[in-house]
């Protein structure tokens, strides 16, 4: 894993941490936790989180030491599980930089954008058009796991919700089809990328 992740000041500032009754400064405020969130979720490749900011899934390996974001020791303060909702619905519906992972059931957690759907195909088309596999039937592993194939470092490990994400997109461009497993389970068996 990298070097910790160095909160802005402001993330020491103990009125960020209460819900300001003001729209305005609270739209602002809201702006400000999003762009951290989504700073932080990057610096750590999290890619989903519970509605508590519990951290689901992280590209890395080892997440047991990164620190909580909502949480600041040094100046005694957290943010309460109203305000996180608030701040999660922002970033939703507003940011339009993340969603549930499932609508359905809101408290299965949320997949995060750090970088946006669209920045997330560029990446994964660029990979399969440079590595001369357009056109070939790749696996979910090949896309996300693959050692010896040239994955850049930004797909390896990508969780598989964020990586179905991506896929549909490019489904919708018509830039990929997808081929789902004859297991009978909902999962992707394979993948086209024209």
């Known amino acids: 894993m990298s070097v910790e992740f160095v909160f802005p000041k402001i993330h020491s500032f103990p009125p960020l941490y209460t819900k300001q009754p003001n729209a305005t400064v609270l739209n602002n405020q809201l702006d400000t936790w999003c762009e951290i969130l989504l700073d932080y979720c990057e610096h750590y490749k999290i890619s989903s989180i519970s509605n508590s900011g519990k951290i689901l899934y992280s590209q890395y390996d080892s ?19 109203e305000f996180k909702s608030t701040i999660f619905r922002h970033l939703i519906q507003k940011l339009k930089r993340a969603e549930y992972k499932n609508p359905k059931s809101p408290d299965s ?16 088309y660029g990979y399969v058009e440079r590595s001369g596999q357009l056109g070939s039937i790749l696996t979910v592993y090949e896309l996300t796991q693959s050692s010896d194939s040239g994955l850049p470092d930004e797909l390896k490990n ?15 461009q018509g830039k990929a089809q997808i081929l789902m497993a ?8 394979g993948v086209k990328i024209v």
């Open 63 to 81: 997440i047991e030491n990164i620190p909580p974001i909502f949480d600041n020791k040094d100046i005694n303060r957290v943010v309460n599980d």
């Open 109 to 124: 957690g949320i997949i995060l954008y750090w970088k946006s759907i669209s920045e997330w195909c560029s990446v994964l």
């Open 158 to 172: 990508i969780e598989y919700d964020l990586l179905v994400r991506v896929l549909k997109y490019l489904v919708k």
């Open 182 to 189: 004859d297991d009978g389970t909902d999962q992707i068996g």
